[in-house]
């Protein structure tokens, strides 16, 4: 026996039918979400006297800038949503009660589209006595390649709280004689400089001297060499690598037990900044 819908059905089934069709007519593909605009943001964390800590903006379902981030180390670049953000710290936990917690730091920062920002969290947080933590927002003008010309680039950055006005020279050793001119002269606490193009090194020092007492170095490291490029890898930043940008970061001595990654006198840590060209292309976000 052959089974035949009711008329009022067999009309129902028809009409969803032509609407699915018209539907379909009128499809213009596939729907692509883009990001917006972007800033490519970076945290460094300078506070010597506290655990490892987690950054986030807070005003947007965004990834956190870096979770866990130890004292004198730093995040990488991530690209952010531009605009009036709003920065929070807090000091590293999988407990939800601390987790959304007070933030040691709750801050707006204003973000431009295209632009590349270091965020160092500087100051003393828990030291009785301090004058307290703060974040330094600078923008990283990063040179182009064509601008470095198979050369590298360098800056300092003074994060060390209490101390005056440095002076920074770069030799070749962290042992070789100062030159009689630094490359960087008077840096005060909390800037930086502008970059520096120098000739691709075989390797380079910094080395901080307080301003105006005479040629003595108080700190002094010696920058990463970095790795060439393959047809299987990307090449890692250095001093032997043409067309990369470093900063040397001068930081307090980590604070007792509390400071994850304590050292145990001021140091200078160097990071790359701006990568030397790709040699294995790769998406970006």
Known sequence: MTYRLPPAVRSAVALTAIGMIAACSRDTGPTV?????????????????????????????????????????????????????RLRAFAA??????????????????????RWYTIIHVGLANTAGGTGDS???????????????????IRGIHAIPGVGAVDVFTTRTVAAALPTTPLFANLTYGRTTGYIRQATPDSVAARFSVRGSGPAVVLTSLAMF????????????????????????????????????????????????????????????
């Open 93 to 114: 936990s999988n407990v939800p009660a601390i987790v959304f917690g007070a933030p040691i730091i709750d801050q707006v920062v204003n973000l431009q589209a295209d």
């Open 33 to 85: 979400n883009t990001l917006g605009p972007r800033a490519r943001v970076r945290v460094i964390n300078a506070i010597p006297d506290t655990i490892a800590m987690d950054y986030r903006f807070a005003d947007s379902v965004e990834a956190p800038i870096e979770l866990g981030l130890a004292f004198r180390t730093s995040s990488s670049y991530q690209p952010f949503k531009v605009g009036a953000r």
């Open 226 to 285: 970095g790795v060439a490029g393959t047809t299987a890898a990307n090449p890692i930043g250095g001093t032997r690598i043409a067309n990369t940008s470093l900063s040397a970061v001068a930081f307090p001595a980590g604070l007792g037990a509390r400071a994850t990654g304590t050292a145990a006198a001021p140091s200078v840590v160097w990071f790359v900044d701006g990568d030397p060209p790709e040699t294995v292309p790769r998406l970006r976000p």
């Open 135 to 153: 974040v330094i927002v600078l923008t990283d003008s990063v040179p182009t390649f064509g601008a470095l010309n198979n050369g590298i680039g």
